[in-house]
Structures are given as structure tokens and as C-alpha cells.
């Protein structure tokens, strides 16, 4: 295990249609994050995890998002019906439960919707 | 929510010459942590350097250095020596207890051999 992996890391997909991302993280990390990144911005904090506990989902974009992480391990975004404007780059980053951890970031999994 | 503002869009360095890229951020907090992340094309986004609210001293990793002013809400990130692999997006981020990152807009950094 060399760092945070995600699946798949391309989609296409056609506008209504749902679609469902996958994040490992690193195996000894509690925490995991979702983030969202259009084209020229920075990230975009969405959700996040401990152990298999939601902590926050205010800030996921619409009731067409959701995230779990049934065994405190994988996680996954689902994004339903979705719309041209959610065409974007989908991170996930892992780490620590401590004051002091670093969030380590995943390839990413890019998203077009036609 | 805090804001993390990055007015450079692009920089433009030569090759073993210094650059700086700017960062300011908006908060009310006393106790947060500021970081740089690099984010080259097409590839993951690494930390590059962090520090910490309270520390005084402004943190440095090998080429890479912070001038944190925390009474002006700053935090620049100098690049010295620039290398060809330093060329990406610089993204300053912004962490409170809660764990979450907020980004800036990024700066692009080209290096010209």
C-alpha cells in the first residue's frame, strides 16, 4: 500500500445517469475526505470520515451527493441524476485523527458528463 | 467560513532563480495550520511545506521556505534554486481543528530552462 488509490480514474457519463467513485485510502489512516476540484480552482472540501462515522456532509454540493464507508475502510461517492455542472475532478485524501496530520491526496477520478 | 485568496494566477521563474507566490487568508481563529500543496499536471497533489499558527518561526524545506505573517493573515511560499520539476499549480490551504482544507485558486509556476 503506497498511498491513496481511487476508481475509476476517468468517467463519462451521460447527463441523468448515476455514478459511483471509489477511494482506498492508506491503510493505517482513520480519516478520509472528499473533495471536488473544477478546472483552474483549488479543491473543494465535500465530506468527510471517521472510521466508518460521517462528520460532516453539510457541504456536499446537493441531495444528489452522497458518501459512505461501510467498514471504516473504502469509501464511495455516489452522485445521482447527475448534471453537466457536476463535470469536475473528484479527490479523496487520507489521514490521521490527530491535530497534527497531513491529508494525503489521491490521483483523483475526473468526471465529464455529456 | 474561511477564505484563502491567491492573487497570482501565474508565475514565471528561471531555471535556478527565486520565486515567490503570495497567499492571504481570512479568519477569526487563533489556532490553525497553513500549508502549500503542489499539484503537478496530471498528477496527485503533494504537501510541499506546513506551519503551524502558534510557531513563530517560519518554516523551511530545503528550497522551499514560508514567510508566515500572522497579524496580516500572510503566508508566502518562497522557491529558491527553481528546478524544472517545480513547475505546476501551487495551491496555499487553510486548516482549522475541524480538519478541513480550504483551498485557494492556485498559482500556476512555469520554469524556464
Known amino acids: 500500500d503506497t498511498g491513496v488509490s481511487q476508481d475509476p480514474r476517468h468517467k463519462i457519463t451521460k447527463r441523468g445517469q448515476n455514478v459511483t467513485f471509489r477511494c482506498d485510502p492508506i491503510?493505517?489512516?482513520?480519516?478520509l475526505y472528499w473533495y471536488r476540484q473544477t478546472l483552474g480552482q483549488g479543491p473543494e472540501f465535500l465530506t468527510y470520515f471517521q472510521n466508518e462515522a460521517q462528520l460532516e456532509k453539510s457541504r456536499l454540493l446537493s441531495d444528489r451527493f452522497s458518501a459512505e464507508r461501510p467498514k471504516g475502510s473504502f469509501s464511495t461517492l455516489e452522485i445521482q441524476r447527475t448534471e453537466q455542472g457536476d463535470s469536475a475532478m473528484y479527490l479523496c485524501?487520507?489521514?490521521?485523527?490527530?491535530?497534527?496530520?497531513?491529508?494525503?491526496f489521491g490521483p483523483g477520478t475526473r468526471l465529464t458528463v455529456l | 467560513a474561511q477564505t484563502v485568496t491567491q492573487s497570482q494566477p501565474e508565475m514565471s521563474v528561471q531555471e535556478a532563480e527565486t520565486v515567490t507566490l503570495s497567499c492571504t487568508y481570512d479568519?477569526?481563529?487563533?489556532?490553525?495550520?497553513l500549508f502549500w500543496y503542489k499539484q503537478p499536471p496530471s498528477r496527485q497533489m503533494i504537501l510541499v511545506i506546513r506551519?503551524?499558527?502558534?510557531?513563530?518561526q517560519n518554516a523551511t524545506e530545503n528550497r522551499f521556505s514560508v514567510n508566515f505573517q500572522k497579524a496580516a493573515k500572510s503566508f508566502s511560499l518562497k522557491i529558491s534554486d527553481s528546478q524544472l520539476g517545480d513547475a505546476a499549480m501551487y495551491f496555499c490551504a487553510y486548516r482549522s481543528r475541524d480538519y478541513k482544507l480550504s483551498f485557494g485558486a492556485g498559482t500556476t509556476v512555469t520554469v524556464r530552462a
Open positions: 479568519t477569526s481563529e487563533s489556532d490553525y495550520y
Open positions: 506551519q503551524e499558527a502558534y510557531k513563530q
Open positions: 485524501a487520507s489521514s490521521f485523527a490527530s491535530v497534527n496530520n497531513e491529508q494525503f
Open positions: 491503510s493505517e489512516h482513520n480519516r
